[in-house]
């Protein structure tokens, strides 16, 4: 399958990057001559290994000596032999296989990543041979003379490993071959192969058993099935067509019910505070577990689930709240960000990983673990805003403190401001990148995104979600999205409502019960859909600002009628309340009111009544002796009163 990807010039990107990472080699003699094998020794420093790529019908052969540049490196020189003469190059293409002449006659032929492997398995009386000039250069081999044999790949446990063993595979069956198996060694670490299996095994069961060990090994490997290689295209720009009948259908995968499918993105966004995270973290724990939901209709398969998190803690936050869900703690793995040892300081340096700019570390990631045999089902991004790198923002001067001049002899004090539509080219960029890794991984990426508390407008939904953050690019590329509500009637529930599904029937929504920090999934789903939740948001915040308004109005008509009530002389305040609730005043709103007008509560007599006045109407205590005066405080004098 031709890899697709965004645009022409990503495409050629990559295929440069192919171009040189697969550097074809020049095969005329440009290197250094030598006369005799005893030269080439001489030329290479610390010897350790030397193998021979000839048959009996060809004069002309190819060294390949091994040498150790210090004690803790090596490195492979190739020498061939040209019109009788060694030079320091490769030889013209196809290339040789190595000891062809040794296992023609065989049924089976053992195919191995390097001649010091080939010699190892050879000497278990298997025939064994390898190809010339490393992991990346086996096309450039003649692989003819596995034409009606049985091909068996032994492939190092790496990515080069790997991927050699897949290319030899479909070179063999190409050139006739009728079977090629991979085999996998198990118990191996990460960059051994089939040498250090056969000492394991030795070590273990002795000589004897390592050949049928190896044959099972065999016997349980899966052929490989051939695939033709893409015809050349022809020249000028195409545009394809292809036939619906010739694409095998796939069916849709689910990581959780109809909520997180396999091998797409998924967003799950809701206001702050309403839980998330937390519903986040109970979905995960079933992964790891292979637990359903209240309306699975298919079981699911336990896998390992990855997260990017900084905002909670890994021991205060998230383990316990993963540990409350009963997740098995031993399938999660938080990715926290990157870790150096500077060379200049001689410190440990840490930092966050940022998805704008640190993509293809995740990527390569995900695929090793995948290639080791980690069953990675879920990447949890909680939430997305803060693995973004904040945009650049140009900086405004005071003028007061900092003038032109000094500007000018400062620029670093200005940035350059970036343009209004470039962060949403690089979300637009980045969701794209999260759903091919998901596609291409077969991994569920679900990210967190938040929308503002309190929103505003009609009741579609489609606003509120143009409003999560300037995220309308990931929204867009989505496959599946969800918002968590909380139920305006009872703050423990949470409902899960579908707002995007493009994979299958339109779902029914979720709700759960929050209780001691764990989530109570209801087995009936609510009957309340994504748009009548909406209405009822939208009205709950209308009525909260009509209260709003209702009480600022109230408020207004309480000061102007204890203005009023107050502008000739002062008045009991138990007879300003008593006609304040005449008027249908709140004592509440009348205190505000008192408030607002800076009122005055006094006594004329000492054990006479309390009396609101106005500043203006105060009667200074000095032209009237038995005057108490104190300033208005709200509740001060409601006891006193009693």
Not at 420 to 444: C, G, W
Not at 476 to 493: C, K, P, T, Y
Not at 572 to 585: D, F, H, L, M, S
């Amino acid at each position: 399958m031709v890899q697709r990807y965004s645009s022409k010039g990503e495409a050629k990107a990559h295929a440069i990057e192919r171009q040189r990472q697969q550097k074809e080699v020049t095969y005329w003699p440009k290197g250094n001559r030598y006369e005799d094998h005893a030269a080439i020794m001489r030329s290479a420093m610390n010897y350790a290994g030397r193998w021979t790529y000839h048959s009996p019908d060809v004069i002309e052969g190819t060294e390949v000596v091994m040498y150790r540049p210090t004690k803790t490196t090596k490195d492979y020189t190739v020498f061939s032999q040209h019109g009788g003469h060694w030079y320091y190059d490769f030889p013209r293409p196809p290339f040789l296989l190595y000891q062809r002449y040794e296992w023609t006659n065989a049924e089976t032929v053992y195919i191995c990543e390097g001649e010091r492997t080939s010699d190892v398995v050879e000497a278990l009386g298997l025939p064994a041979t390898t190809s010339l000039g490393g992991p990346t250069r086996a096309k450039l081999s003649d692989w003819t003379p596995l034409k009606g044999k049985n091909v068996v790949i032994l492939s190092d446990y790496d990515d080069k490993g790997w991927n050699y063993a897949r290319e030899v595979a479909q070179l063999c069956l190409g050139a006739g071959a009728l079977s090629a198996k991979i085999v996998m060694f198990p118990g191996v670490k990460v960059g051994e192969g089939p040498c250090e299996w056969i000492d394991h095994v030795r070590a273990a069961s002795g000589d004897a058993a390592v050949l049928p060990e190896l044959q099972k090994l065999v016997d349980a490997a899966t052929p490989e099935v051939y695939v033709p290689p893409v015809p050349e295209p022809p020249p000028g720009l195409q545009l394809e067509l292809q036939t619906l009948a010739d694409i095998e259908p796939e069916t849709q995968q689910w990581v959780f019910d109809k909520v997180i499918p396999q091998g797409n993105l998924t967003v799950l966004m809701g206001e702050s505070g309403v839980g998330k995270s937390l519903t986040i973290y109970d979905i995960a724990a079933k992964v790891t577990r292979g637990l359903t939901g209240p309306h699975a209709d298919q079981p699911q398969e336990a896998g390992m689930v990855l997260f990017l998190s900084t905002q909670d803690g890994l021991a205060a936050t998230i383990r316990p709240r993963l540990e409350a869900s009963n997740a098995d703690l031993t399938k999660v793995s938080v990715i926290p960000g990157f870790r150096e040892l500077d060379n200049e300081t001689k410190q440990e340096l840490a930092w966050t990983l940022q998805l704008d700019r640190d993509m293809s570390f995740l990527e390569t990631k995900l695929r090793t673990l995948q290639e080791a045999g980690v069953n990675v089902r879920m990447l949890v991004i909680d939430p997305i805003d803060r693995f973004l790198e904040p945009a650049p923002v140009k900086k405004k001067i005071n003028t007061h403190t900092l003038n032109g001049r000094l500007a000018q002899m400062h620029p670093e004090f200005m940035q350059e401001e970036v343009e209004p539509s470039k962060k949403k080219i690089d979300i637009e960029k980045l969701a794209m990148r999260l759903a091919k890794l998901a596609s291409d991984t077969n991994v569920a990426i679900v990210a967190t995104t938040q929308l503002p508390r309190g929103v505003k407008g009609s009741s579609k939904l489609a606003q509120s979600m143009r409003r999560a953050i300037d995220m309308g690019p990931l929204l867009a590329e989505a496959r599946s999205v969800w918002m968590i509500g909380q139920d305006l009637e009872n703050q423990n529930r949470r409902l899960l409502l579908p707002v995007k599904t493009n994979l299958c029937e339109r779902p029914k929504s979720l709700a759960y019960q929050i209780t001691s920090g764990a989530i109570e999934w209801e087995k009936e789903p609510p009957t309340l859909t994504t748009d009548e939740y909406q209405a009822k948001v939208d009205d709950y915040h209308q009525d909260q600002r009509r209260a709003a308004r209702d009480a600022k109005s109230q408020l207004g008509f309480a000061v102007n009628w204890l203005k009023l009530e107050l502008s000739e002389s002062a008045v009991p305040t138990k007879t300003v309340q008593r006609e304040a609730r005449e008027n249908g005043i709140s004592i509440a709103t009348l205190r505000r009111a008192a408030t607002y007008l800076n009122v005055l509560s006094m006594k004329y007599v000492f054990a006479g009544p309390w009396n609101w006045t106005l500043p203006e109407n105060y009667v200074d205590s000095s032209e009237e002796e038995q005057a108490e005066t104190e300033s208005f405080d709200e509740g001060a004098h409601e006891d006193a009163q009693r």
